[in-house]
């Protein structure tokens, strides 16, 4: 089995900043892309970033130059910084991780539970 478990949403204000955590556990024998994704209601699940584990990133164009994405392969986490926030990000964030599973050796994509993000004054 795999877990990943996030943390870092809550409220804040425009232009407040949040910094975001999503940490991978279990059977897992190696790691490959790690992203964030988010979801507004009667919307679909849109990309916002993405790392490889060659470390190359992806950003949505609503997040170049204000968020930024890194992993600390050690301790198999992603993290998502977010700055300048605004009210227009304010949406469920979900980590997204492509991962091979022991014993398996299959590579499957996996989704955290979503921690929510209100930007609000």
């Known amino acids: 089995q795999v877990q990943l478990v996030e943390s870092g949403g809550g409220l804040v204000q425009p232009g407040g900043s949040l910094r975001l955590s999503c940490a991978a556990s279990?059977?897992?024998?190696?790691?490959?892309?790690m992203g964030w994704y988010r979801q507004v209601p009667g919307k679909e699940r849109e990309l916002v970033a993405r790392?490889?584990?060659?470390?190359?990133?992806d950003y949505a164009d609503s997040a170049k130059g204000r968020f930024t994405i890194s992993r600390d392969n050690a301790k198999n986490t992603v993290y998502l910084q977010m700055n300048s926030l605004k009210p227009e990000d304010t949406a469920v964030y979900y980590c997204?991780?492509?991962?091979?599973?022991?014993?398996?050796?299959?590579?499957?994509?996996?989704w955290g539970q979503g921690t929510q993000v209100t930007v609000s004054s």
């Open positions: 997204n991780v492509l991962l091979t599973t022991w014993p398996s050796r299959r590579e499957y994509y996996y």
């Open positions: 790392v490889t584990n060659g470390r190359s990133t």
């Open positions: 279990g059977s897992i024998v190696s790691i490959n892309t």
